[in-house]
């Protein structure tokens, strides 16, 4: 059993910048593939971004490309998702999730494990 647990997420005015992190425990966090998603109300869970467990490569919505950085730090567990730019229409929950496949999907349902989620809100 995996845990995640997220954090940094806040409120944030337009054209501004967070950083979330996800932390990892009750496994070997250097096997999983690390995925970030986004809820808004009313609305489905969203892909975001995705790394792979060699960190070698990463993937991104369209939405977020340019704006969006994912990366990961095996020693510390934890997966970061660095939001630059953010505009009103990334307000959402934020989760992290773990994938125990090689292969990276962009469906909510291909991931094993979630974390509780951390509020993000873009707004003047």
């Known amino acids: 059993q995996v845990q995640l647990i997220e954090s940094g997420g806040g409120l944030v005015q337009p054209g501004g910048s967070l950083k979330l992190s996800c932390s990892a425990s009750?496994?070997?966090?250097?096997?999983?593939?690390m995925g970030w998603f986004r809820q808004a109300p009313g609305k489905d869970r969203e892909f975001v971004a995705a790394?792979?467990?060699?960190?070698?490569?990463?993937y991104y919505a369209d939405s977020v490309k340019g704006r969006f950085t994912i990366s990961r730090d095996n020693a510390k567990s934890t997966v970061y998702l660095e939001m630059k730019s953010l505009k009103p229409e990334d307000t959402a929950v934020y989760y992290c999730?773990?994938?125990?496949?090689?292969?990276?999907?962009?469906?909510?349902?291909?991931?094993?494990?979630w974390g509780q989620g951390t509020q993000v809100t873009v707004s003047s």
């Open positions: 790394i792979p467990r060699s960190g070698s490569i990463t």
């Open positions: 009750g496994g070997t966090f250097s096997r999983y593939g």
């Open positions: 999730a773990v994938t125990k496949s090689v292969v990276i999907s962009y469906r909510p349902g291909a991931y094993d494990y």
